[in-house]
Structures are given as structure tokens and as C-alpha cells.
């Protein structure tokens, strides 16, 4: 049996959702405006500043203001909440996937 997802339902198939996306996308680039977040995502603006409050609201993420702009800081230490993810950090979660892992 083959390890790799081929074919439509591999390319219509996300292990994440939007609000992992966005939490990757911050990740790298944490000066980004929420357009900016919007267009490398496929994302609604409106959606993208949902999903930031939330994170927010969750403890992922903060948001501090700088200027005229937003700078986000994912909140490494942070625990995923579902019973059996809450041994996983967001920082090693964002290591694993976003700094790359191990082939």
C-alpha cells in the first residue's frame, strides 16, 4: 500500500484549516497587514481578521500595534487544546512544519 495521496482528492484534501494557515503565514512573516495575509491565502480580508482575533483570543497569538500597522507574535509556548493534541506547543508545531522537518 502506498503512502502518497494522489489524484482530485489529494489536491481538494487539508490536513489544516484556515486558522493553521494564517498561524503558518505569521509564523514568517509577522509585519504582515491583514490584505497581505488575504492574498497569499485565498482568504476573505474579513476572514483572515477573524481568524487573527480568534488566534488571539485562543492565546496563539498577540497583537501588538506599531505605528500604523500590526506586528504579530505567535505565543510559542502555547498548548493545542484538543484532548489529544494538548501535549503539542504551537512552537514545535510551527517548527515541525513551517522551519521544515526532518525527511
Not at 494564517?22 to 477573524?50: K, M, N
Not at 501588538?64 to 506586528?71: F, W
Not at 509556548?77 to 484538543?82: K, N, S, T
Amino acid at each position: 500500500m502506498s503512502n502518497e495521496v494522489s489524484g482530485a482528492h489529494a489536491r481538494n484534501t487539508s490536513l489544516f484549516s484556515s486558522h493553521g494557515f494564517v498561524l503558518f503565514y505569521l509564523a514568517e512573516h509577522s509585519g504582515a497587514t491583514i490584505r497581505q495575509i488575504s492574498d497569499a491565502l485565498d482568504l476573505s480580508e474579513r476572514r483572515v481578521h477573524s481568524i487573527v482575533r480568534s488566534l488571539e483570543e485562543t492565546g496563539y497569538l498577540r497583537v501588538s500595534r506599531i505605528g500604523a500597522h500590526n506586528e504579530y507574535e505567535i505565543l510559542l509556548d502555547a498548548h493545542l487544546g484538543h484532548p489529544l493534541l494538548q501535549s503539542v506547543s504551537i512552537g514545535s508545531l510551527i517548527s515541525a512544519t513551517v522551519h521544515g522537518m526532518p525527511a
